[in-house]
Nanobody, 126 residues
Framework: QVRLVESGGGSVQTGGSLEVSCAAS????????LAWFRQRPGKEREGVAG????????FYIDDVKGRFTISRDIAKNTVYLQMNNLNPDDTAKYYC???????????????????WGQGTQVTVSS
């Protein structure tokens, strides 16, 4: 049974930075595609960033390009999301997810993932 546990959320002011982490247990996720999603108040869950199993290819939505960086540590079975220059629109609950066989055409689709964490709240104040 795969378990994903996010950590590192919190509250920052506009322009600040946060790094959220997602540690996996119960399975080795080195062959999985990993992603970060967020759900803003009143909105559907949306893909934010994804990273291939080798860690060589990363995908981002336009809204976070240049501000967010996804990375993974295979040895630690952990995926990270470094978020810089945050603004109030980034306020959301952030979730990590693990999937298989994903690529640029489908990584951002929530239904493509079989394993999810419980989420960590990120709040950005103006």
């Amino acid at each position: 049974q795969v378990r994903l546990v996010e950590s590192g959320g919190g509250s920052v002011q506009t322009g600040g930075s946060l790094e959220v982490s997602c540690a996996a247990s119960g399975a080795d996720l080195r062959y999985n595609f990993l992603a970060w999603f967020r759900q803003r108040p009143g909105k559907e869950r949306e893909g934010v960033a994804g990273i291939s199993s080798e860690g060589k290819t990363a995908f981002y939505i336009d809204d976070v390009k240049g501000r967010f960086t996804i990375s993974r540590d295979i040895a630690k079975n952990t995926v990270y999301l470094q978020m810089n220059n945050l603004n109030p629109d980034d306020t959301a609950k952030y979730y990590c997810a693990a999937g298989i066989g994903l690529d640029g055409s489908n990584w951002y689709k929530p239904h493509a993932y079989g394993n999810w964490g419980q989420g960590t709240q990120v709040t950005v104040s103006s």
